[in-house]
C-alpha cells in the first residue's frame, strides 16, 4: 500500500452546517443519519488507515434545504470554517468549497470569495439540485465562472427529486439513485455541450462515476447514430424510425400537444449535441473518477475501459462510510490484479498530487 494516502472524497459535518439543517427539520442524507463530526475524528480515522490529506467537502443536501439568504450565509461560514480548517491542521486537508446552489447569482460570488479569498482547492457540486442536473442551461454561469478560474469540481450525488418514486425495498438513496444521479449529471454535462464549452474544469465524478462506464457504449453509439443521420437526414432519418412518414404525421396530428411539446424538447437537446467536437467516449475519458464505495474488481474493469488510470483517484467517503468499509476498499485496491503496484500508489497519491499541482 503507498505510505501516503490522499482521501479525496473525505466528507465533513461542521457543527453551524449540521445545527442549520436541524433548525428546518433535516437529519439525514441520502437516507443516512448525519452524526457529529469534530476535526479530531478526521484526524483519528485518517491516522489509522493511513490517510495523509482529507480533501474535504459537505454530502448533500448542502444548501439546497435553505432559502436563498440562508443557502448564501451557509455557504460562507463552511467555506471559512474549511479554510480555518487547513490553517489550523497544515498540510492534512484540502478543501472542496459549498457554493449556495441553485441559487446562481449568489454561487458565482461564492466561487470568487472562496477561490480567490480563501483560496480553496476547488468547488463541490451536487449531481442535481432538485429536478435540475449540471449541464442544465440556468446553471451554465456558474460553470462559466468556475471555469475562468481553471477549477477542479467535485461532483458528488444528491438525492432523487420527491417526484420519482422510489422501489418499495430501496427507500434509501445512497444505494442505488446516487450513482444514478452522478450519471445523468456526468451525461448532462457532456450533451449540453458544457465541458466542450468550458474545457478548463477539471471534474472529478463521485463513485466511480455511478454507471458511467457500464453505459459509456450505448450513449456513445446514440451521439455517433445522430451524427450519422446529420449527414444525410433526408434519406437516412426514415429507416431509423421504422415508421411511414404520412402514419407519423396522422399520429402528430391527433395528439399536437404531446408531440410539439416532445420535438420542441429533442431539438433543443440535439442542438447541445450538435456543439461537440469530440466523441463521448473521449469526453468521459476526460472525467476524473473516486473510488469511494466502488472498489470491485468489476468496477475497475470498467474504469479501466473508460478512462486512463491516471484520472483514478483514491476516495473514502467519510464520515457516511464505516471505517471497516473504508479500510476495505483501501485492501481491494492493494490486492486487485486489475492495477499494477505503481498504478496503485497513483491511485492511492500521484494522480490527486498531479491533479492538484
Known sequence: MSPQIIDIHHHIIPQIYKRALKKIG????????????????SLQMMDELGIDVGVT??????????????????ARQVNEYQAKLKAKYPGRFKSFALLPMPHVKESIAEVKYALEELKLDGIGLLSNYGDAYLGDDQFD????????HQ???FVHPSSTSDKVAKPQYVFADFLEEFTFNTTRAATNLVLSGTMERYDQLKFILAHAGGTLPYLK????????????????????????MGNKKKDLVKTVI????????????????????????????????????????????????????????????????????????????????????????????????????????
Do not use: C
Request: aromatic share 12%; charged share 25%; proline share 5%.
Open 151 to 153: 477549477g477542479i469540481v
Open 254 to 357: 391527433k395528439h399536437p400537444v404531446k408531440y410539439v411539446k416532445m420535438f420542441k424538447q429533442y431539438k433543443h437537446g440535439l442542438d447541445g449535441w450538435n456543439t461537440l467536437n469530440s466523441t463521448v467516449s473521449e469526453y468521459f475519458s476526460r472525467f476524473y473518477y473516486d473510488t469511494a464505495l466502488s472498489t470491485g474488481d468489476a468496477t475497475f474493469a470498467s474504469l479501466k475501459e473508460t478512462t486512463d488510470v491516471s484520472h483514478v483517484l483514491f476516495g473514502s467517503d467519510a464520515h457516511y462510510a464505516p471505517d471497516s468499509w473504508i479500510d476495505k476498499m483501501q485492501q481491494d485496491i492493494s490486492r486487485t490484479n486489475y492495477f499494477t503496484q505503481e498504478e496503485k500508489e497513483d491511485i492511492f497519491n500521484r494522480n490527486s498530487k498531479q491533479l492538484f499541482s
Open 217 to 240: 457504449w450505448r450513449i456513445h453509439e446514440a451521439l455517433e447514430t445522430q451524427r450519422y443521420i446529420m449527414e444525410d437526414p433526408k434519406s437516412r432519418l426514415q429507416p431509423m
Open 141 to 148: 454561469s456558474v460553470m462559466a465562472e468556475i471555469n475562468r
Open 57 to 74: 467537502s459537505i454530502s448533500e443536501p448542502a444548501t439546497l434545504p435553505f432559502k436563498k439568504k440562508k443557502a448564501a450565509k451557509v
Open 26 to 41: 433535516v437529519t439525514t442524507a441520502g437516507g443516512y443519519p448525519i452524526k457529529d463530526w469534530e476535526p479530531e475524528d
